[in-house]
């Protein structure tokens, strides 16, 4: 199974010739890293709040009341804050056995269409 394609790097803001919007591709990559970061950081918070809810239930025979509606509503909205990070990158998960399956020029058809969020050129935004 072949990796996805990583976005490339936009060319830095101080290089001569670098486009106007570099510099703003810059600051939305940096955003993006610290989104991550966070993220998984929460993706931890929550994992430890669902092991406590489970000693809280079982073990002290007291659930917390509110600790399944956090982990929740926080897990959805890491999902809404996490997939465009995801689509940048190119890393959501896919099925390749069509693709795979088919002769190289449907296959390409295949994965031009699969990318609506590119433009032709097959370079992410």
């Known amino acids: 199974m072949n990796p996805a394609p990583r976005a490339e790097a936009a060319p830095a803001a101080t290089a001569p010739g670098a486009p106007p919007w570099a510099r703003g591709v810059r600051i939305v990559d940096r955003f993006n890293e610290a989104l991550l970061a966070f ?10 709040l669902a092991f406590a809810q489970v000693i809280a239930r079982y073990i002290i025979g007291a659930p917390l009341t509110w ?6 509503y926080a897990l959805i909205w ?14 959501l998960a896919s099925v390749e056995v069509v693709n795979a ?20 050129s097959g370079r992410s935004w």
């Open 39 to 48: 993220l998984a950081v929460t993706l931890g918070i929550l994992a430890l």
């Open 101 to 120: 399956a088919l002769p190289p020029r449907p296959a390409r058809l295949l994965r031009w269409a699969s990318r609506p969020s590119r433009p032709p």
């Open 78 to 91: 890491s999902v809404f804050l996490g997939v465009g990070i995801g689509v940048r990158r190119g890393m």
């Open 67 to 72: 600790s399944e509606e956090v982990i929740r």
